[in-house]
DNA sequence: TGTACATCAGTGAACGCGCGTTCACTGATGTAC
DNA sequence: TGTACATCAGTGAACGCGCGTTCACTGATGTAC
């Protein structure tokens, strides 16, 4: 096994002519450039490098770097729509549910900063692909459902303008709270401390003045 | 004049070997290809070939891409905070004034999406350059003003963290919606409109029930 | 169980492209006398 | 008013770079018999 001759491009996880297992390799490798170099710093032959591939292998499994990166962001929307669906379970309380939602949204931004600017920059994606679409939209009905039973504790039976309105509101601040955040907008409120521990003892609040 | 013989290289408004208004030339190119291709879309030949200019002309004015890229941030965050400035001086109520500012922030977005994008995108921009913290800083400061006068006319003087808590939700909720907007997540709600109907009709009450 | 062969998943060299930056240069302008 | 000359603001060719994509190819795998 060990003594097996390796092929000169070879890299840690590889081992002969086909790698195997090249297409999560590559989603992989893809997420580590994110992370390193946002989305603009992606480059799929980097890609390929990463993954231990020559330049032209990727072409074997997704059209483009545009349709690797489709990929990225589906599997990422997925993974937020997980997260939010984990955190509206949490609490009996549905304003306090909404709020841990926010939170869970900005969280996962922070943590997954590549693959969240990629989310939301569109021209680096297939476009008008409808896999994103309806990842994306998972991910809104969630946040509409959580919404949804927030108004419902108040007034009996919400209509769909007001929870459209109330949507609108609570995404646009998780999102630009999460976008300023990952620019260094708050860098000097900040200050010492670290950018997570700034994000729990400021923004429950920050929803607190929106959910009342 | 007219007969006057032209360089070869010549365009519209150049009459001679020297340009005359190269450095204003090159900041308006480099905002027509912001507007076209974004912040990502943007190189110091194509704006130097927009100018009418050989590649390395630029160099003369601006230090790199960079320091151009600066240059028209530094402008964006003047004109933001005019904007802001201007939006917090209509109106005699608090409220109406800090949610009218709301609007301002997001129109500004919208009407020039280049220019806004560029400005929350610190890898294009000179890293840590004092200008650019003025300039945001001086943004922050008619937003921070704004809510101060609302929340003073509720309680009789504000605590700093009360203020500095609502600017946060405000700056987030306005920014979200700008930056969802400018990625084009709410064209499923806007449909046929335009999208900046779409704002007057949705954001004022979406920031009412944040300022109520 | 062995063999022939089609298919799959890679290679690696080559293409043309646009980029930022450099270099020696030169035309135009402004100033000193 | 005229002239010499320094300085300024451009030119355009060249550099090396990394990119996405193409191409003819080949090693490995799996299947039919």
Request: hydrophobic residues 45%; glycine residues 10%.
């Given at each position: 096994?060990?003594?097996?001759?390796?092929?000169?491009?070879?890299?840690?996880?590889?081992?002969?002519?086909?790698?195997?297992?090249?297409?999560?390799?590559?989603?992989?490798?893809?997420?580590?450039?994110?992370?390193?170099?946002?989305?603009?710093?992606?480059?799929?032959?980097?890609?390929?490098?990463?993954?231990?591939?020559?330049?032209?292998?990727?072409?074997?499994?997704?059209?483009?770097?545009?349709?690797?990166?489709?990929?990225?962001?589906?599997?990422?929307?997925?993974?937020?729509?997980?997260?939010?669906?984990?955190?509206?379970?949490?609490?009996?309380?549905?304003?306090?549910?909404?709020?841990?939602?926010g939170v869970a949204y900005v969280r996962f931004a922070v943590a997954?900063?590549?693959?969240?600017?990629?989310?939301?920059?569109?021209?680096?994606?297939?476009?008008?692909?409808?896999?994103?679409?309806?990842?994306?939209?998972?991910?809104?009905?969630?946040?509409?459902?959580?919404?949804?039973?927030?108004?419902?504790?108040?007034?009996?039976?919400?209509?769909?303008?007001?929870?459209?309105?109330?949507?609108?509101?609570?995404?646009?601040?998780v999102h630009?709270f999460a976008?300023?955040a990952l620019?260094?907008?708050?860098?000097?409120?900040?200050?010492?401390?670290?950018?997570?521990?700034?994000i729990?003892?400021?923004l429950?609040?920050?929803l607190?003045?929106?959910?009342?």
């Amino acid at each position: 096994m060990g003594a097996k001759r390796a092929p000169k491009g070879s890299v840690a996880g590889r081992q002969g002519y086909h790698h195997g297992n090249l297409r999560e390799a590559l989603i992989d490798a893809a997420e580590s450039i994110l992370v390193e170099h946002g989305p603009e710093g992606f480059s799929l032959r980097e890609a390929a490098r990463r993954a231990g591939v020559s330049p032209a292998a990727p072409q074997h499994h997704f059209s483009s770097a545009a349709g690797l990166l489709t990929e990225v962001a589906v599997l990422g929307f997925k993974e937020l729509t997980d997260r939010l669906r984990e955190a509206n379970g949490r609490g009996k309380i549905a304003r306090s549910r909404l709020i841990e939602q926010g939170v869970a949204y900005v969280r996962f931004a922070v943590a997954h900063p590549g693959r969240f600017q990629l989310m939301f920059h569109h021209r680096k994606l297939l476009p008008a692909d409808e896999r994103i679409h309806a990842a994306g939209r998972a991910a809104y009905s969630e946040l509409e459902a959580a919404v949804r039973e927030y108004l419902g504790a108040h007034s009996k039976r919400p209509s769909d303008g007001a929870v459209a309105a109330m949507v609108l509101a609570a995404w646009s601040m998780v999102h630009g709270f999460a976008q300023l955040a990952l620019d260094g907008k708050f860098d000097e409120m900040v200050e010492g401390k670290d950018l997570s521990s700034f994000i729990d003892a400021m923004l429950p609040s920050t929803l607190r003045l929106l959910c009342r």
